[in-house]
């Protein structure tokens, strides 16, 4: 079964600073995405980043990138210039890459809460 | 295009109760599962469906039903509620694919419910 660990319940950052995230993961398979999903203190789960196994270049969506390292199986996400409305938990979640209803699972971490000061 | 709407936001519970969380999309999405919240805790699936007519149990179904009459809609069902049930409670949607689009999945607000 695949796992997701996400090894700090808490960080900080100072806004306009830079903080990372990190997310290990434990699968046999070759093909999956990863994603991190932010959840806000409105519980909305919004997803803010993903990645696809097979794609070597790491994906980024403006002030968010990833550091994929897939022998490592590591999944670390990357904030640049902080700001007060990135504070949120954050959720490393993993999914095959397969079709079928059982692939379509997400596998989540038990998510990074993030501070942002000011 | 409202996306995916969960209904109600809130709701306590006397244990044994039984209540119907509401779930429903307009994507045309074929995939819907349910997800559980509880802290320290990540999200966990309780239920999924492929399509109208089939559904399948994920890693903690006990204690709840879904059934699957139109691709719209998704309700999960508490049969007898217990205090182990307080949890925040999350339905997702997304295409049926291994690849894209179907790789995403898209989360509605949540049900927050206590059982007391």
């Known amino acids: 079964a695949q796992t997701v660990t996400q090894s700090q319940p808490e960080m900080s950052v100072q806004e306009a600073e830079t903080v990372t995230l990190s997310c290990t993961y434990d699968t046999s398979e070759s093909d999956y995405y990863l994603f991190w999903y932010k959840q806000p203190p409105s519980r909305q789960m919004i997803l803010v980043i993903r990645?696809?196994?097979?794609?070597?270049q790491n994906a980024t969506e403006n002030r968010f990138s990833v550091n994929f390292q897939k022998a490592a199986k590591s999944f670390s996400l990357k904030i640049s210039d902080s700001q007060l409305g990135d504070a949120a938990m954050y959720f490393c979640a993993y999914r095959r890459a397969y079709s079928g209803g059982s692939n379509y699972k997400l596998t989540f971490g038990k998510g990074t809460l993030l501070t942002v000061n000011p | 295009n409202a996306g995916v709407t969960q209904t109600p936001k809130f709701q306590v519970l006397k244990t044994g109760q039984s209540m119907t969380l509401q779930c429903a999309q307009d994507?045309?999405?074929?995939?819907m599962s349910w997800y559980r919240q509880d802290p320290g805790m990540g999200l966990r699936l309780i239920h999924y469906?492929?399509?109208?007519?089939?559904?399948d149990q994920g890693e903690v179904p006990n204690g709840y039903n879904v059934s699957r009459s139109t691709t719209e809609d998704f309700p999960l069902r508490l049969l007898s509620a217990a205090p182990s049930q307080t949890s925040v409670y999350f339905c997702?949607?997304?295409?049926?694919?291994?690849?894209?689009?179907?790789?995403?999945?898209?989360f509605g607000p949540g049900t927050r419910l206590l059982v007391l």
């Open positions: 997702a949607s997304s295409y049926s694919s291994g690849g894209p689009p179907g790789e995403t999945q898209y």
């Open positions: 990645q696809e196994a097979y794609k070597q």
């Open positions: 469906s492929v399509g109208a007519g089939i559904t």
């Open positions: 994507m045309n999405h074929e995939y």
